[in-house]
């Protein structure tokens, strides 16, 4: 069995779509912990709703390429991923494998760990509240101190703060039950 890390984050009825996003994960693996949601100011297309940001710790039999099929493309599209020109288009979800126990890796045309969790605070925050003693895996910088550098840089360019943590919103909590029917990201 291998721990694995799944960044989440949506801006499409994202209170439902987040916790609904976990519960779907919880029926493909066995989840293990699961971060707070952050609001996060969004980064490139600027003209669109804040996001919700998470990550969830599971354990897997799983490769990472069977995990990225079998489960995040999965997610995505059960909840109405629409993959749009723009990567950083609104949607109601975007699942990613950011790290897979201490693997350092290429599968599918990805890199693990994903290049994202080295570039974005609202990658390395929600990962670092997972793993507060962990290491990233190819730079060996301390998960916290990364996810601060980063929170750190983000609110200098932009001249606020980036992210923010939402207390108010717990993914475990919140009522969500995959049989609900599928959002889209179409006309949003």
Not at 107 to 136: K, M, N, Q, S, T
Not at 166 to 181: K, V
Request: hydrophobic share 40%; aromatic share 6%; proline share 8%.
């Amino acid at each position: 069995m291998t721990r694995a890390v799944i960044s989440l984050g949506s801006n499409v009825d994202k209170e439902r779509n987040m916790p609904l996003a976990v519960a779907l994960i919880r029926e493909r693996c066995r989840l293990l912990a699961v971060s707070p949601v952050y609001e996060t100011l969004p980064m490139g297309l600027r003209d669109q709703g804040n996001f919700f940001n998470a990550a969830v710790l599971v354990e897997t039999e799983r490769t990472p390429d069977e995990l990225k099929q079998e489960v995040l493309d999965w997610l995505e599209n059960r909840l109405g991923r629409v993959r749009q020109a723009d990567k950083n288009a609104p949607r109601t979800i975007d699942a990613d494998l950011t790290l897979y126990g201490d693997t350092v890796m290429e599968y599918r045309g990805h890199h693990i760990p994903d290049p994202d969790l080295l570039r974005f605070a609202h990658v390395a925050v929600p990962v670092a509240d997972l793993l507060p003693d962990g290491h990233h895996p190819e730079t060996g910088e301390p998960l916290a101190e990364l996810a601060e550098r980063l929170a750190a840089r983000a609110a200098k360019k932009y001249g606020v703060q980036v992210l923010w943590p939402r207390p108010d919103f717990d993914l475990l909590s919140e009522s969500a039950s995959p049989s609900e029917s599928p959002a889209s990201d179409s006309g949003t």
